[in-house]
Each structure stands twice: as structure tokens, then as C-alpha cells.
């Protein structure tokens, strides 16, 4: 148990719908990183926040959004779901987007399905 | 550009040791990592190296030379509890973590 909590578990969508993940961050972590793992993959960074703004960026496009909420939990938004969007989806949380010796702990990810 | 390589599977036999390595290309580096994932779970922490050399955790010891952009997971006392995906992942200097596609390593008996 990393105390890092997201949900749904499981999630299953139709092509250009809109889906809203939730992560709730361990207690005193006040960065929250978003991942996305295809199956056979390794996690890709999609974005992360630090005190409530977006601090990194990795090479996802716009329909992606986030929102870090003032208790450190985070939203991850996608707009006009595509097939290619089925994948676990991952929150890490650590105290400090750089500070050395900070691990990340994972949730346990939310499997979206696109159909 | 950014680029981690680590062998895509792995065979061993249980009680052997088994080493993994990762080699990365990265622009900026703040540490690396070395996570354990089973099938459907999240990525479970069990090293970070941030200056060269080996540390050592129980069964799990993980080795860093920075200038030659290289690492090793080393695991011994192989159970079948350690088959898994291991995923080496370098932290850039704004705290991102970039991932290798993982080595998915089966323990037989």
C-alpha cells in the first residue's frame, strides 16, 4: 500500500467521449505525476503539478488537461477519446518535483478501455 | 533526445541471480530509478541511484556509472514471486521520470 488512491479501477468509454481520472496523493506529497501504460509498454509522463500548477509536460496533445486541487488530489482529463487512449493510467506522488532522494509512489492505475 | 534501453525479456531459474541492465541517453539526469511491476498492478519502488556505484537492498542490489550512461538491477535468490516487468526510469532535473519498456523477467523452477 503506497497511501496513493485512484479512481476508478476500471473504466470503459466510447470513441469521443470525455473521461475524468481521479488520484488522491499520499499524505504531505504535494506533487502529483500522470503516466499512461500501453500494455507491453513503459509508463510514458504526461504531465505533472506542483502546488496546484503544471510544472512538466510530456508529448501528449491539448484533448489531455489536469488539475491539482489545494489538498494535493489530481484530475486527469481527456477530451474526444480515441482508440489509441486504452491503457492503464498511472499517478505517482512525492514531495518535491526534484528534490533528491524522493521516490514516486504509484497508484494502483486506471484501466481505460476505449471501444 | 531521450532514450532508455533494457533488454525486452529475460528467462531464469529459480535460487540463480539474474542481472538487468539498462543503458540511457538522457538530457538532463536527477537519478535513476528501478521499479517492479506485476501484470495489472502499479510499478513498486526498489532502488534509486543517484551517484556511481552499487547499492545494495536484501536480494536486490542496483549498480550506476553515470559517465558511461549505464545501470544494472541484480537480483539473487531468484524466487517465482520475482517474475515480473522491471522498469529502469531516469528522473530529468525538473522530476520526471522516463521509463524504459520494461524487461519482463520469468523465473522457472
Known amino acids: 500500500e503506497t497511501g496513493v488512491t485512484q479512481s476508478p479501477t476500471h473504466l470503459i468509454k466510447t470513441r469521443g467521449q470525455q473521461v475524468t481520472l481521479r488520484c488522491s496523493s499520499q499524505s504531505g506529497h504535494n506533487t502529483v505525476s500522470w503516466y499512461q501504460q500501453a500494455l507491453g509498454q513503459g509508463p510514458q509522463f504526461i504531465f505533472q503539478y506542483y502546488r496546484e500548477e503544471e510544472n512538466g509536460r510530456g508529448n501528449f496533445p491539448p484533448r489531455f488537461s489536469g488539475l491539482q486541487f489545494p489538498n494535493y488530489s489530481s484530475e486527469l482529463n481527456v477530451n474526444a477519446l480515441e482508440l489509441d487512449d486504452s491503457a492503464l493510467y498511472l499517478c505517482?506522488?512525492?514531495?518535491?518535483?526534484?528534490?533528491?532522494?524522493?521516490?514516486?509512489?504509484f497508484g494502483q492505475g486506471t484501466r481505460l478501455t476505449v471501444v | 533526445g531521450q532514450n532508455i534501453d533494457q533488454p525486452t525479456e529475460m528467462t531464469a531459474t529459480e535460487g540463480a541471480i539474474v542481472q538487468i541492465n539498462c543503458t540511457y541517453q538522457?538530457?538532463?539526469?536527477?537519478?535513476l530509478f528501478w521499479y517492479q511491476q506485476h501484470a495489472g498492478e502499479a510499478p513498486t519502488f526498489l532502488s534509486y541511484n543517484v551517484l556511481d556505484g552499487l547499492e545494495e537492498k536484501g536480494r536486490f542490489s542496483s549498480f550506476l556509472s553515470r559517465s558511461k550512461g549505464y545501470s544494472y538491477l541484480l537480483l539473487k535468490e531468484l524466487q517465482m514471486k520475482d517474475s515480473a516487468s522491471y522498469l529502469c526510469a531516469v528522473r530529468d532535473t525538473r522530476g520526471k521520470l522516463i521509463f524504459g519498456q520494461g524487461t519482463e523477467l520469468s523465473v522457472k523452477p
Open positions: 538522457t538530457s538532463g539526469f536527477n537519478g
Open positions: 505517482a506522488s512525492s514531495l518535491g518535483a526534484a528534490i533528491l532522494n524522493t521516490e514516486a509512489f
